[in-house]
């Protein structure tokens, strides 16, 4: 009997704890708690005096007034009512969405709504990127074979008529302007000024290695999201005659055009910073070559015509000699 109200008694505390948790239970004709006549008849002070309980052996008929003791069995631990299992259902938006690995794909999606023209976009992102990263290592390369030492070393030696240690200094070296000077001091008796020029427009045409590409890709980058968004554009409008895939159809254009022009522009900018950056570094460097070829030959000029008044002071004193 103790065992019968125990399970009773938590059965119908959990079936309130229940009740009390969830906002707006759905009752069904089924599930609806059936309710006695006597219970839906008024209380009155007599009524309220209920008789003990009495106990019926099984088998037995009960007597009229007695009490029937009803045990309460807990649900099955996997069972649901349709409320909860309409809470936890995952709605259809909710299913739509994409999880996981898929959620992340964010850029392969707009790839795809991009259309067809983000195909040569993306060869000119991939081409671009690419000479950047180079051109970056190679000016940081150059950054750090500068050798401004050396090179106040070697005019020092010019400027002290000391040609052969000039360039010994010079040999050798990753510094562009040493180079070039390396091949004037070498080239000297023959057309310094040539060899000053052929050493620098090389130097020159390292320094500016693929910025013609980058130059192009400024350009074509803008004009094929251009093209994007014509192609777009065009597929918008030649859905308008069908009324169902009317409007499906013309956002996706139109989402096809805005996605084209916006990667175009992106990767426009993108190369736009760089390549003027890395023009105004080669202009730098031709004027570091221009000068140091500049000083080259005026110092180079000055000591052959102080040698050539000296054979000229000698000459005219020898030949005076000789005539007495």
Known sequence: ????????????????????QSPRP????????????????????????????????????AAPGASIPVTLSPAPAGAQSPAAAAATSPSPA?????????????LID????????????????????????????????????????????????????????????????RDPVLRMMWNGLNHQHASLQGALQVAAGIEIKRAGRFLVVM??????????GLLGTITGLIRSFSF????????QAVTGGIAEALIATACGLGIAIFALIPFNFFTSRVSNLEFELQTAAT?????????TAARDMEFAGQAPASGKGSSI
């Open 1 to 20: 009997m103790k065992t019968i109200l125990t399970t009773s008694l938590c059965s119908l505390a959990f079936a309130l704890i229940s009740f009390a």
């Open 26 to 61: 759905a009752q069904s004709p089924a599930t609806a708690p059936a309710t006695s006549p006597a219970a839906q008849a008024p209380t009155n002070p007599a009524a309220a005096v209920q008789s003990p309980a009495t106990t019926v052996p099984a088998g037995q008929p």
């Open 94 to 106: 909710a299913e739509a969405q994409p999880t996981g690995f898929l959620a992340g794909n964010w």
């Open 110 to 173: 707009k790839f795809h709504k991009g259309g067809p023209i983000m195909w040569p976009i993306l060869i000119v992102s991939i081409i671009g990127l690419t000479v950047v990263i180079e051109r970056i290592f190679w000016w940081t390369g150059r950054w750090f074979r500068r050798d401004p030492k050396r090179i106040e070393k070697v005019f020092t030696a010019i400027e002290n008529g000391d040609t052969a240690e000039a360039s010994r200094l010079s040999r050798g070296s």
């Open 215 to 224: 130059d192009t890709l400024v350009t074509l980058a803008p004009l094929l």
């Open 240 to 247: 308008l005659g069908n009324e169902e895939l009317a409007v």
């Open 295 to 303: 000083n080259l030959e005026v110092m180079l000029g000055t000591q």
